[in-house]
């Protein structure tokens, strides 16, 4: 684990400048995640992505659990990843976060980082839904869909975040028309992923894109859980997907088609509020057999 804070600049993005357009600034914020969860192996999967778009130039700042020292200028970036989980940041640095996305600032959550930050009340109305961390009732109602529409579940009381054994399952686009998935197939399969379900959270301002069935025999809910949502906090536009569950020697979600294309497009509509890439036809999506690719990654992918 880093002791201190340490940026690593890549200059991504110089292409598309080149042809007139600015590139788009990101900040990619890592450095803890929790024991059951890998933030190299997820960074390097993940800059490997944004460097493929052309689109971005990637600042990369790495923190250590408990961060002290003056807050980073984040009204510089159009959007920051969180790779974290089971971090601590100072007030300062929320307040200066939370006045960045309220603002107009984008933010894209991944996986775990809904497990970030239990106590902090913005960031939890930023993410919808999380997990974990102590949270229960207290944080907000479960929400899953069923065949009659959405199930907003005030009543029932317990913790949030449950997952069950890392097995495939097939997204449900529900917003065929968002940005995000507009043009991918209405079903596609993902591949040996935790699929988190019994998120608790606020769960306003929320568009819900993308469902999976959490099956009971797998050790799962039994319900249709939210696996790609985004979210206006004030002006900002969050992207949270609850896909891509990684540790050191297994990385299976990253491979897939499907998560690459929806990270993609899906940190450029947190940037900007639209997608302007293209899908690219060799990637085939199918609900009965799982489109796989492997990324060179950056960094520390510790595979």
């Known amino acids: 684990m880093k002791k201190g ?20 600034e990101a900040l990619y914020i890592t450095g803890h995640t929790d024991r059951y969860h890998s933030w190299e192996t997820m960074a390097g999967y993940q800059l490997a992505l944004l460097e493929e778009c052309g689109l971005f130039r990637v600042k990369t700042l790495v923190l250590p659990r408990t961060v002290t020292g003056k807050a980073v200028d984040f009204a510089a970036y159009d959007v920051v990843i969180l790779n974290v989980n089971d971090v601590q940041w100072p007030d300062d640095w929320k307040r200066d976060f939370e006045r960045y996305m309220s603002r107009g600032g984008g933010l894209v959550i991944v996986h775990e980082a809904d497990n970030a930050f239990p106590e902090w009340v913005a960031f939890n109305e930023m993410i919808g839904l999380g997990g974990w961390g102590n949270r229960n009732e207290e944080a907000g109602p479960y929400l899953y869909w069923t065949e009659q529409g959405w199930v907003t579940d005030h009543k029932t009381k317990g913790s949030a975040g449950k997952h069950g054994e890392r097995v495939p399952f097939v997204i449900n686009v529900r917003m065929p028309e968002h940005p995000i998935v507009k043009g991918m197939p209405a079903q596609w399969l993902h591949v040996n992923d935790e699929l988190y379900g019994d998120l608790r959270g606020p769960a306003r301002h929320m568009e819900v894109i993308a469902t999976a ?22 002006k ?12 050191p020697g297994h990385y299976d979600a990253l ?6 294309l929806v990270f993609q497009r899906g940190t450029e509509w ?3 509020g639209r997608v302007t890439q293209k899908l690219p036809k060799e990637a085939a999506l199918s609900a009965t057999e799982p489109s796989l690719r492997e990324v060179e990654p950056k960094g520390w992918a510790d595979e």
């Open 5 to 24: 804070i340490t940026w690593l600049v890549t200059l991504w993005g110089i292409a598309t400048s080149a042809l007139g357009q600015r590139p788009m």
């Open 213 to 234: 069935l959490s099956e009971e025999q797998s050790g799962g809910t039994g319900k249709e859980e939210p696996v790609l949502c985004t979210i206006r906090y004030g």
């Open 236 to 247: 900002g536009r969050i992207f949270h997907c609850v896909l891509g569950h990684t540790m």
């Open 255 to 260: 491979k897939n088609r499907g998560y690459q």
């Open 270 to 272: 947190a940037a900007t």
